[in-house]
């Protein structure tokens, strides 16, 4: 299984070159299944020409728009796979059977079926398919959201027992943090499911969320690598057996500057308000990111949450009139923030990695204004005008620049 | 039933401004399905990109990459339309049901379900529907070839029993000459299905021949009209009853500078010479247009026949090796030739029209290099240099410069 990004098949030589390079897995005796993603920005030109037309973009007709771009991709890619003596078939989503829920343009997949692309392996084809799509149990063309076509790759991954998932991208890997902020970042060689899902949780860029966590519960080992260089890159899997003790306690370093923040002043402190400001969030679509509620005082208390910066202007329309429903002192929110997130696997073992990730904060004056954490991540927010320091600070302080990554947590100061 | 050519769907204005006109439509009561084409020059661009990444084009691959360019425009006008307040739902041709035979990029349409179509019509819906494309009997997306979204609409109209297949385009209707080379070329107003079949036969644009025929067979009135002006264009339907005797006997005057001639020359005469040069080219899908060949002289007769300029090379190789064969003297061809024909049903009963039509041509120093006819249909090659003379003189000669048009044949000449 191969899945090849935008940048991969961007222009026909970048098509030719990933022809080339499927043609060489097969003839070293692979079967291989290629999912394609839309061409460079083919995506971006359909939905400018949406906006041209309509400022409503009814979510079945957004699907049928977009869902061309990737089928333009995979054509293309068969016949560039005809041309070197490759016998390739395309299958679009709904050829493939990718059955999914009947939520356009962010679908939910509920079954794939897969036998004419089996049924194709079976004929020594290679198998080019659409990412990104599937067809609704109502029979209509949808479209699996962000990340789809990463998704598309490891459901059938699964579904075909496939030995691996390659991720072609146009990065080399995942890093220890973005090569653009910390020039010194190392490419890892491995992480977890788990390290992946929290750095994709928090804003990395490389998988998206989903397919990680499909490729988590069906155990299908994802490889992300780059289509430029072709060189290895980063494995994600199951870590079976016992943890390495050489492993590093930190694999990296994530920011994520696509957020805002809303706080409530002053809520009553009393059964119920959580659910009164978030139930109607989430029913209006809102994404959630990091909550915070302080401890109260004198029977208010306040409440901060993050949400991405797209979302900002229908989550303050829905906070301010349940401020006002449960007799709240008042909101304000704030855009400049950056979400800065340590990850690993290693933490859940060695205690003392928030208090030195706070130390290393406060040392370089950044100050903190939201925490959060689980097992394996510390997340802190702040100013964004902090994001580059605060990066390029903990990736030294944790030992990440030094190629001998940071695996013993230092004495606790008192 | 209204279809929309690539120029009318070129630009998101121009969607707009069809949106405008479906919507207009549908608020005077009328169901309305409407069939777009690509936007513009994008099935250009699919093909600029094919040939970019591969020189074998594969007919599957082909068709789905092609098929996308219809999907494009289709999405668009929806929204376009859900814009305006008009409740528009989009439909591929496998959606629509129009199901074909397995030849792919020229596939011919087997049935048409409609149920999908009729049910969001019964809604109150306006149906938007892919053109040129439909779903074989073995699941794979087809392509219906050239004119194939004009065949669309005349076949959902004919399974809907439509009112009317109104053809958008950038004219204003079928002309009785090329305006660009008789500026003083009319509208017509109304032509009857065969004189429309015989000029989309000789050459003329303006309607595939496939879509007249299909319109014909199930008697489905056709409008070419344009999208531009919205003005009243040219009927083809089916005329009742008697004729009208002011009706003109010639319509109209049709060039066709596409096709190339191959002459064999010396051909022995003798039975099968014919089936021994025609069914090697049927084979080879090589579309031989008028086929002449003189009476036998001394045993041995030449035969002259046209093909598309595109087909020439495949023509000429076959053509060469026959020729050996059968023991004929040799081959040419010529690639500066012109088709001319004169197209009227009243020829029926108006003798002398061929002959007048020679004698305009001989008056205007125009040699006639092959002629053919048929009851309604005079042609004749001449050659590439003279064809605008040829179509100026003969446009004039039979009355249709001035409004007037010719309605009688003068009396024969000795």
């Known amino acids: 299984m191969q899945k090849y990004g935008g940048t991969s098949v961007a222009d026909p030589d970048r098509i030719k070159a990933v022809a080339e390079h499927v043609a060489f897995t097969k003839r070293h005796g692979n079967d291989v299944v290629v999912v394609v993603s839309a061409m460079g920005k083919t995506t971006d030109n359909l939905m400018s020409l949406a906006n041209?037309?309509?400022?409503?973009?009814?979510?079945?007709?957004?699907?049928?728009?977009?869902?061309?771009?990737?089928?333009?991709?995979?054509?293309?890619?068969?016949?560039?796979?005809?041309d070197i003596g490759v016998d390739a078939v395309s299958m679009t989503g709904s050829q493939v059977g990718i059955i999914t829920d009947t939520v356009h343009t962010k679908a939910k997949i509920v079954e794939v079926k897969g036998d004419r692309l089996r049924e194709a392996l079976g004929h020594g084809r290679v198998v080019v398919v659409a990412g990104f799509q599937g067809v609704s149990t109502d029979k209509e063309i949808t479209t699996l959201g962000r990340g789809g076509s990463d998704t598309t790759a490891v459901a059938l991954a699964a579904a075909l027992s496939a030995d691996v998932c390659e991720i072609y991208t146009d990065v080399t890997g995942v890093f220890s943090a973005d090569p653009r902020i910390v020039p010194q970042a190392r490419k890892l060689q491995h992480l977890s499911f788990e390290e992946m899902l929290e750095m994709a949780g928090v804003g990395s860029k490389v998988l998206a969320l989903r397919s990680v966590e499909f490729a988590r519960n069906h155990n299908v080992p994802l490889h992300v690598r780059s289509s430029f260089t072709w060189e290895h890159g980063t494995w994600v899997r199951n870590v079976e057996g016992e943890s390495n003790m050489e492993d590093p306690i930190i694999s990296g370093v994530v920011q994520d500057a696509s957020e805002s923040k809303v706080t409530i002043f002053a809520v009553p402190d009393r059964p119920g308000v959580s659910a009164a400001?978030?139930?109607?969030?989430?029913?209006?679509?809102?994404?959630?990111?990091?909550?915070?509620?302080?401890?109260?005082?004198?029977?208010?208390t306040d409440i901060s949450f993050t949400v991405p910066k797209a979302d900002m202007k229908v989550a303050e329309e829905i906070v301010t009139r349940v401020s006002k429903e449960i007799g709240a002192g008042g909101v304000t929110h704030d855009?400049?923030?950056?979400?800065?997130?340590?990850v690993g696997a290693g933490m859940k073992t060695s205690?003392?990695?928030?208090?030195?990730?706070?130390?290393?904060?406060?040392?370089n004056e950044v100050n903190i204004q939201m925490i959060s954490t689980s097992t394996i991540r510390v997340s802190v927010v702040v100013?964004?005008?902090?994001?580059?320091?605060?990066?390029?600070?903990?990736?030294?302080?944790?030992?990440?620049?030094?190629?001998?990554?940071?695996?013993?947590?230092?004495p606790e100061r008192k």
Do not use: W
């Not at 400001?277 to 208010?300: C, K, W, Y």
């Not at 964004?384 to 030094?402: N, P, Q, W």
């Open 52 to 82: 041209q037309v309509s400022s409503t973009h009814p979510g079945r007709e957004m699907d049928m728009l977009l869902t061309t771009g990737e089928r333009i991709s995979m054509a293309l890619l068969c016949m560039a796979l005809a």
């Open 335 to 342: 855009t400049d923030i950056a979400k800065i997130s340590l």
């Open 351 to 363: 205690p003392g990695i928030a208090a030195k990730m706070f130390r290393v904060l406060a040392e």
């Open 383 to 410: 100013a964004l005008g902090k994001m580059e320091l605060a990066v390029r600070s903990l990736h030294t302080a944790f030992g990440l620049d030094s190629g001998s990554a940071y695996s013993a947590p230092l």
């Open 277 to 300: 400001i978030f139930e109607p969030l989430a029913n209006a679509n809102v994404n959630v990111d990091m909550i915070v509620q302080n401890t109260s005082r004198e029977g208010h």
